[in-house]
């Protein structure tokens, strides 16, 4: 007798079609207290653990650890204006994740010492709409701020 199988889910379990109706799931055996201690049991014992790159001569000295390389700054500029392209005197960009934030000079420029690769960049300014760009290395980030519309209740 030839038997068509029926594919349970992901689970790739083939079983008899008509195997499939009759049978009942049944509950498998709670583990016992023994088997699971059996499980859980360590393999080695915590003083013959060893870290693979340390071993137990070498120290971890407070030299050690500044002197590891920082991450790589780069320079960021650019210009925030308004939208009639005036610029923005004291605009504040701000690098999140970065803690790093400079303000626009008298003509809307800025520059930023921030880590390198992409950073997310936020522009805002008093009574203007925030914008918020991603910006890599190297290149000027160039921004118009667009006024807030007004709220009148």
Do not use: C, H, W
Not at 26 to 36: D, G, I, L, R
Not at 52 to 72: F, G, M, R
Not at 127 to 137: P, Q, R
Request: net charge negative; hydrophobic share 40%; no cysteine.
């Amino acid at each position: 007798m030839r038997y068509a199988t029926l594919v349970l889910g992901l689970l790739g379990f083939a079983l008899p079609i008509g195997a499939a109706q009759a049978q009942t799931a049944t509950p498998a055996p709670e583990p016992t207290t023994a088997t699971m201690a059996a499980v859980l049991k360590p393999t080695t014992p915590p003083d013959e653990i060893r870290d693979p790159v340390l071993s137990s001569e070498e120290e971890i000295t407070a030299d050690a650890v500044l002197a590891a390389p920082a991450p790589e700054k780069v320079t960021l500029t650019g210009r925030v204006m308004d939208e009639d392209s005036q610029p923005l005197i004291g605009a504040t960009v701000y690098v999140r994740g970065a803690g790093v934030a400079a303000s626009t000079d008298a003509k809307g420029f800025y520059t930023l010492q921030v880590p390198a690769g992409v950073n997310k960049l936020l522009f805002s300014y008093g009574g203007y709409v925030d914008k918020e760009i991603d910006a890599s290395n190297y290149l000027p980030v160039n921004v118009s701020l667009a006024p807030q519309a007004d709220k009148k209740k």
